[in-house]
């Protein structure tokens, strides 16, 4: 899910960014900082939306940086449990499907794909054996996000499924609905 959120942080500007408007210049140190940041409170920070407030600067002896107190906005992307999600195959493997999530990308394991015995194909394709359903790169879907795991934090792991109701590749959803009409 997106949000954004209300951060308070002293932001250190350094002596070289002085030339610089004291806006201009809080505003590249928190981009700095925060931008593109993977955390297990925050998610993945996607963007500084607004600078709120910049409190008055203090210069610390020895650094001859200014640290200011400074409120300000991030976009940020944190996956949660039981999220629904729509996402394209990015890459199929004889274990899996990733799938990309917004900023990020989940895997879908091959026995989470769907509700059936599922083979993998050299041409990157998951297969239903009974249900003849398949899965290919670049197919759009609906999934439900299982596991969320920052443990390797450049690398947080999604876990997703599609073998629940009104979860799969978005055409097989649409048959779904057209059978439950008739």
């Known amino acids: ?11 250190r500007v350094p002596p070289d960014h002085f030339n610089l408007e004291v806006e201009e210049a809080v505003l590249k140190m928190i981009k700095k900082k925060y931008e ?9 920070v996607i963007d500084v939306s607004k600078v709120e ?17 400074v409120t300000f906005d991030l976009i940020i992307f944190k996956p949660e449990l039981q999220e629904l999600l729509l996402g394209k195959i990015r890459d199929i493997a004889d274990f899996g499907a990733f ?16 509700d059936d015995f ?4 050299k041409d990157k394709t998951l297969s239903g054996k009974e ?28 876990g997703l499924t599609m073998r ?3 979860l799969g590749r978005l055409d097989w959803l649409e048959v779904e609905e057209e059978k439950k009409k008739k």
């Open 164 to 166: 629940q109701p009104s």
């Open 36 to 44: 593109g940041l993977i955390s297990k409170d925050l998610g993945v």
């Open 131 to 158: 249900s003849k359903k398949s899965l290919k790169v670049g197919d759009k879907c609906r999934a439900r996000i299982i596991a969320v795991s920052y443990k390797d934090i450049m690398n947080p792991k999604i």
């Open 53 to 69: 407030e910049i409190g008055e600067g203090v210069i610390i002896p020895g650094d001859g940086a200014s640290y200011y107190d």
């Open 1 to 11: 899910m997106f949000y954004r959120v209300a951060i308070k942080d002293h932001i």
């Open 99 to 114: 799938i990309s999530i917004g900023p990020i990308e989940g895997m879908i394991h091959v026995s989470q794909t769907m």
């Open 118 to 121: 599922v083979s993998f194909s």
